[in-house]
């Protein structure tokens, strides 16, 4: 039985991350500014923002080098002090970014789907990562939107359907709902 577990947990791995097309017109000079987490994948959420589960927040600014400074920031609850990470983005090619917190280490932010114009800044972003060492694969989502819910012409599941379709398994993900209410936005 171990070895079935294990062989499957190879296969899995070899197997590799998705790889959904991205949205190579992305104007980053539009897409940088603020950005509300709507939602987030399951794992990510325990791993990582295990401090920051409610009024997550992105925000982007473009450098003069072309790079990205990323400033995310959550809080445990609403009432709850405000936990920063600050972090760096480059644009690889078009839609397909790879982000860094810690040093010289870079993971794949994907912008994989946009709603809205983009010169009115886009309303909606629908971000991928994936990445596939040896035996472990790392994947997350997070579902971005300029106000701290989605606007009226864009639901949860018609980002989810989308999401579907580019190959990406958002049932596997477990989407969960960030808090945004009681924020003092």
């Known amino acids: 039985m171990k070895l079935a577990i294990v062989l499957s947990l190879i296969a899995y791995a070899l197997c590799g991350c998705p790889s959904p097309p991205t ?54 609850t609403p009432d709850a002090a405000t936990e920063t990470a600050i972090g760096k983005a480059l644009q690889v090619s078009g839609g397909k970014l790879k982000v860094s917190f810690f040093g010289p280490f870079f993971a794949p932010y994907w912008i994989v789907e ?9 309303s909606v972003a629908l971000i991928y990562s994936c990445t596939n060492e040896l ?34 398994d958002v049932a596997g993900l477990g989407m969960r709902n960030t808090v945004q209410e009681g924020c003092g936005w």
Do not use: H
Not at 114 to 122: H, I, K, P, S
Not at 137 to 164: F, G, K
């Open 23 to 76: 949205v190579d017109t992305v104007d980053l000079t539009r897409y940088v500014g603020r950005w509300y987490q709507i939602a987030v994948s399951k794992t990510f959420e325990e791993t990582i923002e295990s401090k920051s589960k409610a009024c997550t927040t992105a925000f982007y600014t473009l450098q003069s080098d072309g790079s990205v400074q990323v400033n995310n920031s959550g809080r445990a």
């Open 135 to 168: 035996i472990f694969t790392a994947e997350s989502m997070w579902l971005l939107s300029r106000t701290p819910q989605l606007p009226q012409n864009v639901t949860q599941q018609q980002v989810y359907d989308r999401a579907q379709t580019l190959g990406i």
């Open 114 to 122: 946009l709603f809205g114009e983009a010169n009115f800044g886009y």
